[in-house]
């Protein structure tokens, strides 16, 4: 019996992954009714493969929606690069813009139908392992045991805390995200997602619903720089914000395909986020215990790569696990494959990563451009866009041609 402590996206579909391995796994949720909470995520076309080999592909469809375009553009409006997305880029899987929280209802509901235990009101404190498996202790003074454990627990993961127990809170630069959702008219034909500004203003949209008056559902995300020292309030998925903290910085934000202003002030509530990470880790794995997800290798949301890095995650730790007769090694194997490519992308974001072509854009011509040739090459935006998706792992080529996992390749 595999451990999970963790019943968030991570959690149930590396129980999603183990039961399809047949490996017996229990899934520890500290809260005690999970609901949907957040806005909107986004699942590259290397995470969406992977769910659809879960047998995931037709739930997905029905809930996101599948991105056909990304476009970055400067904070006047002006188009600085587009590129296709997910199956109108060439890739053999969609890219999928859905809200987390049908998201994560749709993965606890498919680990339910297949008989996955998925335990909640039991908040992990602790463990202790020894030769033969791993007891895991609870606040309500409770055990369970295992074979062995994965801590997915999310960003202040205690079990993260026995590998780093002086680390202290999340790492954070002055970025507030302020999100929300707003029924809206679509634009630029439903499917794309934009990325706007810069460094220390941008904005991200992209639908995540279509409605059928041919609205659609709009998650938005406008992220500011702040003032470090006045501090942050810890990560909450469910904390109100006071749109008036941002929204002026924003009100000259209307370009006529998109009404930025209006959709701050049409949203049916604001979220605040802090935009915090934490350093990467020299390991994950002791013994018969390691981490996954946010417990694993928390990162900056630039590049849509959250969610995805811990399907990814779930997916090589089954397929590990599997693979090898002792679970230790198993473990060791999954975190050989996995830390190093996490911990560059986590280094990557901090620097930006491909949104790095909007601070490039705005350095150089921060009162807008006429000819962008004249301001950044082809060549360099094709670069920045190319490698990212090289360090990311969704190289359309290389994805395309992987055999898939569940084949032991």
């Known amino acids: 019996m595999i451990l999970i402590a963790g019943g968030g996206i991570g959690g149930l579909v590396a129980a999603l992954s183990l039961h399809a391995a047949g490996r017996p796994c229990r899934v520890f949720e500290a809260v005690e009714e999970i609901r949907p909470l957040g806005v909107g995520i986004n699942l590259l076309p290397h995470a969406v493969r992977e769910l659809t080999e879960l047998g995931l592909g037709d739930r997905l469809a029905g809930i996101g929606v599948a991105t056909r375009e990304l476009r970055y553009v400067s904070a006047h409006g002006q188009l600085i690069w587009r590129e296709d997305r997910g199956l109108a880029a060439g890739y053999r899987w969609p890219q999928y813009s859905v809200h987390r929280g049908r998201l994560h209802m749709m993965l606890l509901e498919v680990a339910r139908e297949r008989g996955i235990p998925v335990e909640t009101g039991r908040r992990v404190t602790g463990f202790a392992q020894d030769a033969q498996g791993v007891t895991l202790a609870f606040d309500t003074n409770g055990e369970a045991r295992g074979e062995a454990l994965v801590g997915a627990d999310g960003i202040h993961s205690a079990i993260r805390r026995h590998f780093t127990p002086d680390e202290g809170p999340p790492c954070w630069q002055g970025a507030i995200l302020w999100r929300g959702t707003t029924v809206a008219p679509p634009f630029l034909g439903g499917a794309t997602m934009v990325q706007a500004g810069h460094h220390s203003q941008?904005?991200?949209?992209?639908?995540?619903?279509?409605?059928?008056?041919?609205?659609?559902?709009?998650?938005?995300?406008?992220?500011?720089?702040?003032?470090?020292?006045?501090?942050?309030?810890?990560?909450?998925?469910?904390?109100?914000?006071?749109?008036?903290?941002?929204?002026?910085?924003?009100?000259?934000?209307?370009?006529?395909?998109?009404?930025v202003p209006g959709l701050i002030r049409r949203a049916e509530r604001v979220l605040e986020y802090p935009m915090v990470d934490r350093d990467p880790l020299p390991r994950w794995t002791e013994g018969?215990?390691?981490?996954?997800?946010?417990?694993?290798?928390?990162?900056?949301?630039?590049?849509?790569?959250?969610?995805?890095?811990?399907?990814?995650?779930?997916?090589?730790?089954?397929?590990?696990?599997?693979?090898?007769?002792?679970?230790?090694?198993?473990?060791?194997?999954?975190?050989?494959?996995?830390?190093?490519?996490?911990?560059?992308?986590?280094?990557?974001?901090?620097?930006?990563?491909?949104?790095l072509i909007l601070?490039?854009?705005?350095?150089?011509?921060?009162?807008?451009?006429?000819?962008?040739?004249?301001?950044?090459?082809?060549?360099?935006?094709?670069?920045?866009?190319?490698?990212?998706?090289?360090?990311?792992g969704f190289d359309p080529a290389a994805l395309n041609a992987r055999e898939s996992w569940s084949t032991g390749a």
């Open 359 to 392: 601070e490039e854009v705005h350095r150089r011509a921060p009162d807008g451009f006429r000819d962008l040739e004249s301001v950044i090459a082809q060549a360099e935006l094709e670069r920045v866009a190319a490698d990212y998706k090289k360090l990311a």
């Open 202 to 259: 941008k904005f991200v949209v992209y639908p995540i619903a279509h409605n059928p008056d041919g609205t659609v559902l709009t998650n938005w995300i406008a992220e500011m720089k702040v003032d470090p020292a006045q501090g942050f309030r810890r990560e909450d998925w469910n904390r109100e914000a006071d749109r008036s903290a941002f929204l002026p910085h924003y009100e000259s934000w209307d370009w006529g395909w998109l009404d």
């Open 288 to 355: 018969r215990v390691t981490l996954l997800g946010d417990a694993a290798h928390p990162m900056y949301p630039i590049g849509s790569n959250g969610a995805s890095q811990a399907v990814l995650d779930a997916r090589q730790l089954a397929l590990n696990i599997a693979r090898h007769a002792r679970v230790e090694e198993g473990l060791l194997a999954y975190e050989e494959a996995r830390r190093p490519p996490t911990a560059k992308l986590t280094l990557a974001n901090r620097e930006l990563g491909p949104d």
